[in-house]
């Protein structure tokens, strides 16, 4: 037999040039006789290899790349231009945020540069045509470093950003950006993002009288009923009597839509996509504690989209101009636990800024202005009506517009129910007293000094004020600062005017309840009820009558598990 030999020396196989990286490769080694005989064959289990052609080794840098609605770090270094490397991030035209990125080195090696491209190939080094004011990759800058995009069109579009090693090494980082124009064409969004008892009905196949209910009151239909009832229609399920009639919610009246998370989803943050949230101007965002009754393990949308690495369509509202109330005591906890500390969590939970816990890229951090520290407690201390909320301020907000209300319109107190301001509803028992008529809560307090100082006017120089209020305020021995904030409302220019409540809306006495709606609804919002509210107290309500308002279930109740 003729002895064979190689075709070209086994060096030449990685002549550069010849491989793109982010595609496919195929390596062959095929034999050649002395008489002119080949292989006759290329298989994969013989002599043929498939590899994925990267750009360096895998040895390059990790990517961290941060923005107010985004804040991820690549698990691993890699050149490919591929779906499963985009960081999907939704945002409106006109409102686009800075991105900031660094480069996190493997060890032995440094981070020595990094440049960004928007569109076209990441792997063309030649001249492109591109949406924004550039022909090609930037020049190589240094390895940490920023840009502020102009506002975008409506389109989707990915901004590339690569970074390099001292040994040469690159890894690239991929955004995408799908921009679309908020459409603010409706008044107020109430998203439900809680996780009541649901109804039971093991001993009525017939659905029309649910199991007792075994946890505090409300159950996720009775939340409903209180918030957004009509009034004067037979409550279903009701025991005490059987045929009382529903008093109309605390929005009965006002115009609005509600959208409940609690919908099974693999990914929870998709529950609220920003395409839904942007035709609102005003967004009523709904999260308890954890320990407040729920009795439901899946994620609340809030802590999904708050976790390291996925964009938060809140933020991106916030960052479009809508504004927000965010209540039910579990707004800090929801958005600030996937980055808690256990080691500081000393008399409850702590979300401190020193500890990196509270910082950039959460909302609470963000949009509310809460900035120092935030401590979950639960005491029997009824939240009291801060003498700091005094206002008098004028022209503030990002536009120059807004004015401050009549604080002394709010509840001087929110008092806890008692037999003699709420009698027990009709879904409940008597003798369930104890899960209707409680006497602590779960609340959110601002527990170190938090001070947001802003000019007042623009341009500079212009008088230094505060603009974050303190709306209610609470005192315990728990907390190194008492009284401290646990309701706030931040008017300054960095973002829309935005409402933090560290407290529920259903503790409190229904009157103290309505007079709270109606404060941020009406007099900080300029909504406008167009029927009566109920009564403070009282189980039957008016017949229905005709209401100019509109209300839409967004996630109709065949769709919740």
């Not at 792997?123 to 045509?129: I, L």
Request: aromatic share 8%; glycine share 8%.
């Amino acid at each position: 037999m003729a002895r064979a030999r190689r075709r070209h020396d086994i060096a030449d196989a990685h002549v550069p040039g010849r491989l793109v990286p982010g595609r496919y490769g195929l390596f062959a080694v095929v034999a050649v006789d002395e008489a002119g005989a080949t292989t006759p064959y290329a298989l994969f289990d013989r002599n043929l290899l498939r590899f994925d052609v990267q750009y360096g080794s895998n040895h390059g840098p990790r990517i961290h790349v941060s923005s107010t609605l985004v804040d991820p770090t690549y698990a691993s270094p890699g050149y490919e231009n591929v779906p499963e490397r985009e960081i999907p991030v939704e945002l409106a035209s006109g409102n686009v945020p800075e991105f900031r990125w660094e480069g996190i080195a493997a060890p032995g090696r440094a981070v020595a540069s990094s440049r960004w491209k928007l569109d076209g190939d990441p792997f063309v080094e030649t001249p492109e045509v591109v949406a924004w004011g550039t022909t090609n990759w930037s020049p190589l800058g240094p390895p940490s470093d920023r840009i502020q995009p102009p506002a975008f069109l409506p389109g989707s579009y990915r901004l590339y950003i690569e970074i390099r090693d001292d040994v040469g090494d690159r890894s690239l980082g991929i955004v995408r950006l799908e921009v679309f124009e908020p459409g603010f064409t409706e008044e107020l969004l109430v998203v439900d993002d809680t996780r009541r008892e649901p109804d039971k009905f093991l001993n009525d196949p017939t659905r029309r009288m649910p199991d007792l209910y075994a946890q505090p009151w409300p159950s996720a239909a009775e939340l409903d009923t209180f918030l957004y009832a009509r009034g004067g229609f037979p409550w279903r399920g009701a025991r005490n009597p059987a045929d009382a009639l529903s008093v109309p919610g605390l929005l009965a009246g006002f115009s609005f839509d509600t959208l409940g998370t609690r919908r099974g989803l693999e990914d929870p943050a998709r529950a609220t996509p920003l395409a839904t949230l942007s035709r609102y101007r005003h967004l009523l965002w709904l999260v308890e504690p954890p320990a407040a009754g729920a009795v439901l393990t899946a994620s609340t949308a809030l802590r999904a989209m708050s976790a390291p690495g996925i964009a938060s369509t809140l933020a991106a509202y916030v960052q479009a101009g809508g504004r927000v109330w965010l209540v039910g005591g579990g707004g800090a906890y929801e958005s600030l636990i996937n980055w808690n500390l256990s080691d500081n969590d000393v008399s409850g939970t702590v979300f401190a800024h020193a500890a990196g816990e509270l910082g950039p890229g959460r909302p609470v951090f963000d949009h509310a202005h809460l900035r120092s520290e935030i401590r979950v407690v639960r005491t029997g201390v009824e939240p009291r009506r801060s003498p700091a909320a005094v206002g008098g301020w004028s022209g503030h907000g990002p536009g120059g517009d807004l004015s401050a209300p009549d604080y002394a319109r709010l509840p001087a107190t929110l008092r806890f129910r008692t037999p003699a301001t709420d009698p027990i509803p009709p879904t409940r028992l008597a003798s369930q007293g104890s899960l209707f008529h409680v006497s602590s809560a779960t609340n959110e307090v601002v527990s170190l000094a938090n001070s947001i100082l802003e000019p007042e006017r623009d341009p500079p120089p212009a008088p230094v004020v505060s603009m974050l209020d303190t709306l209610y305020e609470l005192s315990s021995p728990m907390l190194p600062v008492s009284p401290a904030p646990l309701m706030s409302y931040y008017h300054g220019r960095e973002n829309s005017p935005f409402v933090f409540s560290g407290f529920d809306l259903w503790t409190w006495s229904r009157a103290d309840c309505q007079a709270l709606v109606d404060f941020v609804l009406g007099d900080l919002w300029g909504m406008t009820r167009t029927s009566p509210a109920a009564s403070a107290s009282g189980t039957t309500g008016p017949k229905p009558v005709a209401r100019a308002s509109r209300t839409r279930v967004l996630d109709p109740a065949a769709r919740r598990p």
